[in-house]
């Protein structure tokens, strides 16, 4: 109990993260008599999980792709296909921005990389401010379930260390992420459709000139997410090797080819892209030592015998789970949701039958929504910095997308099949 | 040592961490593909080079968990800090800085114990190379965040970045 609510205070002071879970684990593990060192040996095993590799190649191809002017050509292309469309430039972003998000895996870039593009191009065609700000704010994050999705790889990584029975593939994983995240762009699409309506708005006109032009410039960049998702899907490449072909083409592509990133900002690149991998996996070296001691003392056990003995029906767990999912995702960035709760969430859902790749899938859908629910979700903070807007603004303008995608997180909790039919039914 | 001695170490301290993490992290990206050419020519990769990599991944994240606690950029839950007024929250970043200094510390120290011990039974990682080098990373790791909190926590940095 003292231990808990000295754990409790480290966190109110601010604490990094990774110190306060190698307190728990120290303090865990010096309880039950066992030698301390166990902490180095648990820290060892990021060296023995091969998929991680993939983490730090496709962070830092995201990183050259943020840095080159890849977001711009993406928008001009996005313009030229969906352009036409009613809702017409709210749909190319939403559709841009999951696009970059899924290919860059830090949400926070997409705002500061697509935003500075499409914010005043959405002004200037006339859409009212207060829906322009809330659909770039929460697009932010839309990329969150797609593949090649950080998120969804280390969520892959974690359940595969627990040993719940069934298998977690991450390829399963991208699968299942396809219609949960297609079905929120949509249901995202129909709402600027509908709210575009009322404004009036300049839209493009579909010319097959403008869409040459636009593939054309972006001739290097198309084959890429094909290649990856290609490869990845037909067995062709293992995760982190489509992470290394990726990271080859990006640099190939803007350091060589197009020369839009210069060989010697490269280094600076690499650093920075480093700094944010080594953030999460230590925070993930030393849980996988708490996670252990939890799991020697058997507290995930116990834990779901006394929520069982509290709840007995899934739904009911479900239910709960979206609140507290939706309410953590509000303080807590999604990297570091996944690794401490995870261990502790998966053997209840389990308990539950719930599928783990369905959990995976919920749990993203509710942290994607926690970046931009007030007070604290981290894109409203990025968005009120970039676009010199006070965060109580961005509070107003986002609500109405947190609602439809709290309405698409309720249909992906409580209709699994949307989630699991790509897997159930991949070719082979 | 004066104080001009120092900063210059700092500074090539800072260095040094940069250029092994960008030149490790140089390294992974070739060794893996390579390794994927390698395998689609010849049928299969290097043996060596899949443990290689595994160990770069362990050595590139806690390089970069070091560089992190240069500028106390770790992850942290910051909603509640955000409501200690200023003046008390210049008290509050000492605490937690002399808190991180002995955590760091305490797991470098018990990780020496781990390296030793792999060390005195030779054990092997891969190809020849001792264990114990592989896991040098940790305490190295670790004593250098120790390192880095004790000097936030001797010269706090003047700009208040929250």
Redesign the interface.
Known sequence: MIAAIILAV??????????II??SA?YGFSSIDV???V???E??R?????V??A???FT?AGYVLGESKASERLVRLTDAMLGWFPGGLAVVSLFACAFFTALTGASGATIIALGAILYPAMKQAGYAENFNLGLITSSGSLGLLFPPSIALILYGVIAQQMDIGEKVAIDDLFLAGLLPGLFMLMLLTLWSMYKSTGMHIVRSEFRWSKLGAALLESIWEIPMPFVLIGGIYSGY?AI??A???A??YV?VVEVVILREVPLKKL?DI??DS??????????L?VSLASTNYLIDTEVPVRLFEFVKSKIDSQLTFLMLLNIFLLLLGM???V??ALVIMVPLILPMAVGYNIHPIHLGIIFLANMQIGYFTPP?GMNLFIASYRFHKPVTELYTSTIPFMFILMAAVLVITYWPELTMYLVENKGG | MNKRHIVRLIKAVNRIEDWLLISMLAAMVILAVTQIVYRNFSGGGVVWVDPLLRMLVLWVALSGAVIASRTDNHIRIDFFAKYISGKYYFYVKRVVHAYCVVICAVIAWYSIKFVQMDYEYETEAFAGVPAWITELIIPVAFGLMAFRYFLLLMSPPRSSKR
């Open positions: 480290l966190v109110v002071l601010g604490v990094p993260l990774f110190i190698a307190t120290l030698d301390l060192s902490i180095a040996i820290i060892y990021i060296a023995d999980t091969p991680l590799l983490i730090p190649l830092l490449f982190s090797e992470a290394a072909v990271v080859l640099l280094p690499m650093r480093m700094v944010l991998v080594g953030g999460v996996l230590i925070i070296a303080i807590l960035d990297f570091s604290v």
